[in-house]
């Protein structure tokens, strides 16, 4: 007898004649909320969709606000050792508990992200450190209750850390990384953004014990001075990515060092440091070729003549921020654009607040070819016809300004005339 089955029920008969391992290799690359609607499908996908094979990787940041202890516990019974990295992202009604019972079952995790958890405490990073061997990155960003008793417990049980975040744990200090540096000398990324009892031994602890740092955020740790820095370029080599914003009192003399030592540097953010000039920059741009991100807001001590050594030393520049460096001018432009990064890599240019700044930057930047976004707000002295001559030889750029509404007398003598700021955002 000649049986007819529908397409449906074909499709379905031969998914069932697939292998087992290769249906859960495939079930393997969905996410969360497809493996939750598999699993209504039909019983065998219901046991394929929930086998932990299938939950080695998971995000549950875009359920933050419903993820509550059971579900975690829940998720560990079924996941095991088969999971390797898990978000819980701003999942802010996790407590240590629910954390505890994680680490007991999923011993084979390496990436975890904690950040923004509010409630968790020290509790949960020793469940982690006692369990959780392998772990090689974690992030504990704005958790308020981390203090330096976490790192010490990390720095005991996970020997193959290389990544940590603490940024905004306001009780992290000195001790706390110096722990952490002498038990996690694999460490590559640290990050302690806030946190303002980060201070030179902190860092020079990182430098000694750390050789292979790669990644530093030491965002407004403000107490940090040249001597730590000088250190870290000494002794770590391998740097390529480093923020110091908000240190304050750093000087040319930690460019001048990381210039020295640090020809892999590729991201630099200084906001906020006053103190550095011309001198250090020019040091940066003959030794670091491979610069490709600088931040360099409020330098305000920086001239054209910086550009000039960015232009020739750094053709690999793909982003640049000059906001309130108001000394710079058309000339430096005109320096930045003739350099071998502006035609095709030089790709953001932040402009804001740079009172000397005319049309005759937007002229030199038409050369720009792949300047996807220009940042001009209060220069006072750029003009809509300019922007709108800039907009037709780059049509795909975009123009964020603000502007006077007539076009701006010229200046004759003594101080720079203030502008209305009632403008239009283009």
């Not at 219901?46 to 875009?62: E, R, T």
């Not at 000397?356 to 220069?379: A, G, K, M, P």
């Amino acid at each position: 007898m000649q049986t007819f089955l529908g397409a449906t029920e074909l499709d379905d008969e031969l998914i069932k004649q697939l292998p087992k391992e290769v249906l859960l290799r495939v079930f393997s690359y969905l996410d969360v909320v497809s493996l939750c609607r598999c699993a209504q499908v039909c019983k065998y996908w219901n046991v394929l969709a929930l086998d932990g094979s299938s939950w080695q990787k998971i995000n549950l940041f875009d359920f933050q606000r419903d993820i509550e202890g059971p579900v975690i516990e829940n998720i560990s019974q079924r996941c095991r050792g088969f999971l390797k990295s898990l978000s819980l992202r701003g999942c802010q009604s996790l407590g240590d508990q629910s954390v505890r019972t994680l680490a007991n079952h999923c011993h084979n995790i390496e990436h975890l992200d904690l950040s923004e958890c509010k409630k968790i405490t020290d509790i949960s990073t020793q469940s982690i450190s006692r369990y959780c061997t392998k772990l090689t990155a974690i992030n504990l960003d704005s958790c308020p209750n981390i203090t330096d008793n976490s790192l010490k417990y990390l720095s005991d049980g996970c020997p193959n850390l290389m990544e940590i975040n603490v940024s905004w744990c306001h009780l992290i200090s000195e001790n706390g990384v110096e722990a952490l540096a002498r038990g996690c000398v694999k460490l590559r990324k640290f990050s302690s953004k806030g946190c303002k009892q980060i201070n030179d031994n902190a860092i020079m602890c990182l430098a000694k014990y750390c050789p292979d740092i790669m990644v530093l955020n030491v965002h407004s740790c403000e107490t940090i001075s040249d001597s730590s820095i000088r250190q870290l370029a000494a002794k770590c080599p391998k740097l390529q990515k480093l923020c110091v914003s908000k240190c304050a009192d750093l000087t040319d003399l930690s460019l001048m060092a990381l210039s020295q030592h640090n020809h892999l540097l590729n991201t630099l953010e200084v906001s906020g440091c006053r103190n550095f000039t011309d001198i250090g920059f020019q040091a940066l741009g003959r030794n670091c070729k491979y610069l490709e991100r600088m931040d360099l807001e409020e330098c305000n001590q920086i001239t054209d003549l910086t550009l000039a050594h960015l232009a020739t030393g750094c053709p690999g520049l793909e982003k640049l921020t000059l906001s309130h460096c108001e000394l710079i001018t058309d000339d430096g432009i005109r320096h930045l654009t003739t350099g071998s990064c502006a035609a095709e890599i030089l790709s953001v240019l932040e402009l804001d607040n740079c009172p000397l700044i005319t049309d005759r930057t937007l002229e030199h930047l038409v050369s720009c070819h792949n300047l996807q976004r220009i940042e001009l707000f209060d220069c006072q002295l750029i003009t809509r016809t300019a922007i709108r001559k800039l907009k037709n030889h780059l049509p795909n750029i975009k123009v964020h300004a603000y502007f006077a509404p007539g076009t701006p007398p010229a200046v004759t003598s003594g101080q720079r005339p203030r502008y209305c700021r009632c403008c239009e955002i283009l």
